[in-house]
């Protein structure tokens, strides 16, 4: 059976129903720490492994996270496939607040230096983007939130920002020229490197507000995000008590051989600390 990871977004910070409930420490990584300590558990007889994204107590900025640290660590507790669980805002009239979508592709618009590879140093490796989430998460997870009774929308373009602040609203009406659905701060860095750690990634994306961009919708704001935050939490909750149980009993994700064909890097090369500190993800291509 696959082991599941979740990753919760505001709002989200731990997962109903697990039984066998543990914590994992972890102090650092070869990345420095992650966001916190991840909990361990079991739903159903599905593994499951899950971590703040931001820390228990909303602590760190989409900026700030070591999505690095948080996807290795993932993969070094053995998880095959991530969902993660994040809000966002509408940046189309026909997404509503309190709407979820699974979105099919990612734009990243961030700008301050974020992590998003873990090959460098001695190591060079170029996996295939194109398709950024997984087949079979999205399909579970649209099926799921329907049973849930949740508004679902089942694809659209997830726009990263950098964050902390909200769009201008300049921004806001820029990114729908673009074509762009949704937005948020977190996302496409996790699909990046989850792709390059061979682990599944989808993103159910609750929507809380609509941007700046909308002329007879309030503006956004911390306050208007909360509302819809507790709400979408406990659709949330649902959704993935159903989804879980059903990605543990999957044997096969497209991601499982992303790395393939992606290290170019000559074999001998690469630089001995590099292969020992990657070895989870490049172990058995690089022997």
């Known amino acids: 059976m696959a082991k599941v990871g979740i990753i919760g977004g505001s709002g989200l910070y731990q997962i109903e129903g697990l039984q066998c409930v543990e914590e994992v420490t972890i102090i650092d990584t070869p990345f420095g720490p992650p966001s916190d300590h991840f909990m361990t558990g079991v739903l159903e007889g599905t593994q499951v492994v899950f971590l703040a994204r931001h820390g228990r107590g909303h602590r760190i900025s989409p900026s ?3 999505y690095r640290a948080n996807i290795f660590e993932m993969k070094k507790l053995g998880v095959d496939a991530i969902i993660s669980v994040s809000a966002c805002g509408s940046l189309r009239e026909k997404i509503k607040p309190l709407d979820f979508v699974v979105p099919d592709q990612f734009v990243d618009r961030t700008h301050q230096a974020r992590k998003s590879s873990f090959f460098e140093e001695g190591i060079v490796a170029h996996v295939s983007m194109a398709d950024p989430v997984s087949p079979e998460l999205t399909r579970i997870l649209i099926e799921c939130a329907r049973e849930a009774g949740a ?8 726009l990263n920002m950098e964050g902390p602040q909200f769009s201008t609203r300049a921004e806001s009406h820029l990114y729908r020229s673009w074509g ?9 860095i996790e699909a990046k ?32 995000i ?16 159903l989804a879980i149980p059903r990605v543990g009993k999957l044997t096969a994700f497209t991601a499982q051989e992303a790395l393939k064909y992606a290290i170019i890097t000559d074999r001998g090369k690469i630089p001995e600390r590099k292969k020992k500190e990657l070895e989870i993800i490049i172990g058995k291509y690089v022997k």
């Open 64 to 66: 700030e996270i070591n």
């Open 151 to 158: 508004s679902v929308h089942e694809k659209g373009t997830y």
């Open 180 to 188: 762009m659905d949704i937005i948020g701060m977190t996302n496409m």
């Open 193 to 224: 490197l989850a792709r390059e750690a061979e682990i599944a990634y989808a993103t159910l994306a609750a929507v809380t507000d609509y941007d700046c961009w909308h002329t007879t919708h309030e503006e956004v704001s911390v306050e208007v």
């Open 226 to 241: 909360i509302e819809y935050l507790r709400k979408n939490v406990e659709t949330a909750k649902k959704i993935l008590q």
